[in-house]
């Protein structure tokens, strides 16, 4: 079975430090990996996904996350953190392209605060 | 290109009612997941349909159930409402073949 460890239920940077939101996932085959971002009252926006392509990803708003398989690690990162990128952060797995069996299997979330 | 369209975005319900939420996927897309969202459990899959027909099913009890239309449009259905089933409930569609699923804004259920 598939599972998503989120380290840290909540992260705080200041405005143009340097944003890292830890992502361990398990999977017994070759995974899919997802980071998704949800403003207040909102839904999910896909920020990235890696489909073992690249093993840097680059996604929306300048986040971009490396597949580490030796680590078991999808790691988000931005170089300079804004006001705008307060948020919950998700991460995501999955074994099947589009969920599978299981569906998409998310982690407890990050939420991202920005400091002024 | 419109996104995911879900209805109605907030609802109130009391226990032992059931309800009905609407879902319109990207147009193209003829796959239709259903995701719940508490602040215990996070993101839990309840189920996905394709060409109407249901193909995988999370852990949840059989009051919860859907449906798709030759549309592509789905409804999910809550019966016998429980406290425990106040959540945000997120709809998602994705291509037949693709790999990126993508979400509505949710909607909010709260049952008093």
Same mark, same amino acid.
């Given at each position: 079975a598939q599972?998503?460890?989120?380290?840290?239920?909540?992260?705080?940077?200041?405005?143009?430090?340097?944003?890292?939101?830890?992502?361990?996932?398990?999977?017994?085959?070759?995974?899919?990996? /997802?980071?998704?971002?949800?403003y207040?009252?909102?839904?999910?926006?896909?920020?990235?996904k890696?489909?073992?392509?690249?093993?840097?990803?680059?996604?929306?708003?300048?986040?971009?996350?490396? /597949?580490?398989?030796s680590?078991?690690? /999808?790691?988000?990162?931005?170089?300079?953190?804004?006001?705008? @990128?307060?948020?919950?952060?998700?991460?995501?797995?999955?074994?099947?392209?589009?969920?599978?069996? @299981?569906?998409?299997? /998310?982690?407890?979330?990050?939420?991202?605060?920005?400091?002024? | 290109? #419109?996104?995911?369209?879900?209805? !109605?975005?907030?609802?109130?319900?009391?226990?032992g009612?059931?309800v009905?939420?609407?879902?319109? !996927?990207?147009?193209?897309?003829?796959?239709?997941?259903?995701?719940?969202?508490? !602040?215990?459990? +996070?993101?839990?899959?309840?189920?996905?349909?394709?060409?109407?027909?249901?193909?995988?099913? +999370?852990?949840? !009890?059989g009051r919860?159930?859907?449906?798709?239309?030759?549309?592509?449009?789905?409804?999910?259905?809550?019966?016998?409402?429980?406290? +425990?089933?106040?959540?945000?409930?997120?709809? #998602?569609?994705?291509?037949s073949?693709g790999?990126?699923?993508?979400?509505?804004e949710?909607?909010?259920?709260?049952?008093?």
């Open positions: 599972s998503v460890t989120q380290l840290g239920s909540h992260v705080s940077v200041s405005e143009g430090a340097l944003v890292l939101l830890r992502c361990n996932y398990s999977s017994s085959v070759p995974p899919y990996l /997802f980071w998704y971002v949800q207040p009252n909102q839904g999910l926006q896909l920020l990235l890696y489909t073992s392509a690249a093993t840097l990803v680059k996604g929306i708003n300048g986040f971009e996350a490396e /597949f580490k398989k680590e078991t690690s /999808f790691h988000l990162t931005k170089p300079s953190a804004h006001m705008s @990128d307060a948020a919950e952060y998700f991460c995501a797995v999955s074994e099947e392209a589009g969920g599978g069996a @299981d569906g998409l299997t /998310f982690g407890k979330g990050t939420h991202l605060i920005i400091q002024p | 290109k #419109a996104g995911v369209t879900q209805t !109605p975005r907030y609802l109130i319900k009391t226990r009612q059931q009905t939420l609407s879902c319109s !996927p990207i147009s193209g897309h003829r796959s239709v997941s259903w995701y719940q969202q508490t !602040p215990g459990q +996070g993101l839990q899959f309840l189920f996905e349909y394709f060409s109407e027909t249901q193909r995988n099913k +999370g852990n949840f !009890p919860f159930s859907g449906r798709q239309f030759s549309n592509s449009r789905s409804e999910m259905n809550v019966s016998t409402l429980e406290l +425990g089933d106040s959540a945000l409930y997120l709809c #998602a569609s994705r291509q073949s790999n990126t699923i993508y979400f509505g949710g909607s909010w259920l709260t049952v008093v």
